[in-house]
């Protein structure tokens, strides 16, 4: 069974600290996909990052950063040095490369509060 | 801005109505999923349509259907709205002969059932 688990259901920092956010998969396939989005107050899901089940070299984007572990089935996120603009839901998603669909499982998702 | 847009933004229904949702994806991106984020949940996956013909679903009763156009819109349809249907409805498009996980979403509509 594909599941997504997101066990820290709120965080709350202040500004400029760093934050990780976890995220757990469960999936039989070899092939897989995995996702974080950000959901703001407006609702849009928007796209942070994508990973393939082969690449599990760790991933840096100006404060964002990803650790992938295959042998723990981890797919965390780190925000470094948050800042107001960061407060959001944050959700992470598995999507298996076979199949005649797509589909994205996600996760409860986190609520990030960051304060000023 | 994901190019992909949805109308209305915000729908009230009272219970055992229907409604219709709209959604209008990029040029070219012949696969459309839908999904439906309740208070405080993540998005389920709804079902999945492929060149107008269904080619996947989720855990979602018959009442929940959907059309998708040549034009690269589509249509999510629920009947008999229960008070549980109030939720987020996302859409989300992409091609299907590109990059199978680029999918890009839409800002949703907020549907309350009364």
């Known amino acids: 069974a594909q599941k997504v688990t997101q066990a820290q259901t709120e965080i709350s920092v202040v500004e400029k600290e760093d934050v990780t956010l976890d995220c757990v998969y469960e999936?039989?396939?070899?092939?897989?996909?995995l996702f974080w989005y950000k959901q703001p107050p407006s609702g849009e899901l928007v796209f942070l990052i994508r990973?393939?089940?082969?690449?599990?070299q760790n991933e840096i984007s100006g404060r964002y950063s990803w650790n992938f572990q295959k042998s723990t089935s981890s797919f965390n996120f780190t925000i470094t040095a948050s800042q107001v603009v960061d407060s959001a839901v944050y959700f992470c998603?598995?999507?298996?490369?076979?199949?005649?669909?797509?589909?994205?499982?996600f996760g409860t998702g986190t609520l990030l509060a960051v304060q000023p | 801005e994901t190019g992909v847009t949805q109308s209305p933004t915000h729908l009230i229904k009272t219970r055992g109505q229907q409604v219709t949702l709209r959604c209008s994806s990029q040029?070219?991106?012949?696969?459309v999923s839908w999904y439906q984020q309740a208070l405080g949940q993540g998005p389920q996956f709804i079902f999945q349509?492929?060149?107008?013909?269904?080619?996947g679903r989720g855990n979602f009763p018959p009442r929940f259907s959907g059309l998708q156009f040549p034009n690269y819109s589509s249509e999510l349809n629920v009947n008999a709205l229960e008070l549980d249907d109030s939720a987020l409805y996302l859409c989300?498009?992409?091609?299907?002969?590109?990059?199978?996980?680029?999918?890009?979403f839409g800002p949703g509509t907020r549907l309350t059932v009364l």
């Open positions: 040029s070219g991106h012949n696969t």
């Open positions: 998603a598995l999507s298996e490369e076979g199949g005649a669909t797509n589909k994205l499982i």
């Open positions: 989300a498009s992409y091609a299907q002969e590109g990059l199978r996980n680029e999918q890009f």
């Open positions: 349509y492929y060149r107008e013909e269904e080619n």
């Open positions: 990973r393939n089940s082969f690449d599990e």
């Open positions: 999936t039989r396939d070899t092939t897989y996909y």
